[in-house]
């Protein structure tokens, strides 16, 4: 009989202790598989989010933060320039500011303000429902879309009007409200879950200022030509002026995962440090409260000549069985996990809608099954060491007596 026979009987004839085992592995290897998945989780989603708008560059005033919304002066000029180089293929322009929303029967509410010069709005906004901003106004100034939370908010669906007001900074002057016609329904990915969003041109976003606007964006948005890449059209885009400073979604994305994510990473470290450490100590409490009990059948296999090679070989595989299943069973417990825990961090006000916190990978499952297995050797380790060393005389006396 092989060893690995003779483990998958002991499992078997001892069904208790294994099933508690495996649950107890399962339970624990769930929350590892979960906080590997942290680990990475929110820069994985955030990657996803940058590098799916449309465009690879991002031109925000001189600042040293790629996120930063430091306004751009002489917005338009800037943006011929930077049309013009060669290694640059589209532009977009974008504005916001903050506005009340008024609507028939209904308090007025907050909303922001987006101008895009981008009529699909890529960088965005990611449609849903009706069309972009390309559509014909119908005798409203201009079209807008508007997110989902707030269409659901007033009722709105495309065709809808709405009637919006810009609010000043710091002056006691009122705007008077100007009429959008809804368009379409969008997902915002960068703004939060409820955040009530307004997008339209920018001649309605300059409507909206009563016509008379100032030449300042709050960022730029910029797309490379493939023979460029992003990263020399980005440096292309930095010699033009002082003011400035444009950054590749690589160096966004690397940003980010040096500084906004680091936290993340280190809890995910200690928690799955910590879920390892416990399920090795399960697993080897298990191992050698059934070793201590089967002293006298290791003692007599012992005498009969089986050799200390395959009496560790089977408590090897005896643990490699408790471990090997009860990690099977995490990865669908663990992702079920996830997505509760998703659920819940996800409803933290000012969170942008697009990111996650548990991103499933290749790396988190090679690294799951990596420490399950040096938790399945670690924990057979002792018990191992004691089937080995036992005094087989001695052990079969006290047996007997």
């Known amino acids: 009989m092989t060893a690995f026979a003779l483990a998958w009987r002991t499992a078997r004839r001892y069904r208790a202790r294994a099933v508690l085992a495996v649950v107890g592995v399962a339970v624990i290897g769930a929350l590892n598989f979960d906080m590997l998945m942290l680990s990475r989780g929110l820069l994985l989603s955030f990657a996803t989010m940058i590098n799916s708008t449309g465009y690879d560059i991002r031109v925000a005033g001189a600042s040293t933060l790629p996120l930063s919304r430091s306004p751009l002066t002489d917005a338009t000029t ?5 049309a013009a180089l060669p290694e640059v293929d589209a532009v977009a322009l974008i504005r916001t500011a903050g506005a009340v929303l008024a609507a028939p ?26 069309g972009d901003l390309t559509s014909a106004p119908n005798g409203a100034t201009a079209s807008a879309v508007i997110s989902r939370p707030l269409a659901v908010r007033l009722g709105l669906s495309a065709g809808s009007t709405i009637s919006v007001r ?5 002056s006691l002057s009122a705007m008077p409200p100007v009429t959008l016609r809804v368009a379409g329904i969008a997902e915002f990915p960068f703004e939060s879950q409820q955040a009530s969003i307004v997008a339209t041109t920018m001649d309605g976003f300059k409507a909206a200022y009563g016509g008379v606007l100032n030449d300042e964006a709050s960022f730029m948005f910029a797309r490379s030509r493939p023979p460029a890449g992003a990263e020399a059209a980005a440096d292309a885009i930095n010699r033009l002026r002082t003011d400035i400073h444009a950054f590749s979604n690589e160096q966004v994305i690397a940003n980010f995962g040096r500084n906004a994510f680091t936290y993340f990473r280190q809890i995910s470290v200690v928690l799955s440090a910590t879920t390892a450490a416990f399920s090795m100590l399960l697993v080897a409490t298990l191992l050698t409260v059934s070793v201590n009990q089967r002293l006298g059948e290791v ?12 009496i560790a070989s089977t408590l090897l595989w005896e643990a490699a069985l408790l471990v090997g299943i009860g990690g099977v069973l995490a990865l669908p417990l663990g992702e079920l996990l996830a997505t509760v825990l998703d659920k819940i961090l996800r409803r933290m006000p000012g969170l ?22 040096v938790t399945a050797v670690v924990a057979a380790m002792y018990p ?16 007997v007596s």
């Open 78 to 82: 800037l943006m011929n320039e930077v």
């Open 299 to 310: 003692a007599a296999l012992r005498a009969l000549g089986i050799s200390r090679r395959r």
């Open 384 to 399: 191992v060491w004691l089937a080995v060393h036992l005094p087989i005389a001695q052990t079969l006396r006290q047996e």
């Open 352 to 373: 942008p809608s697009g990111l996650h916190f548990f991103i499933f990978e290749r790396n988190a499952l090679v690294l799951h099954a990596a420490v399950l297995a």
């Open 105 to 130: 029967g209904r308090p007025p509410e907050g909303a922001e303000l987006i101008g895009s010069t981008d009529p699909a709005g890529l960088g965005i906004w990611k449609q849903a429902t009706g």
């Open 166 to 170: 810009v609010r000043i900074v710091d």
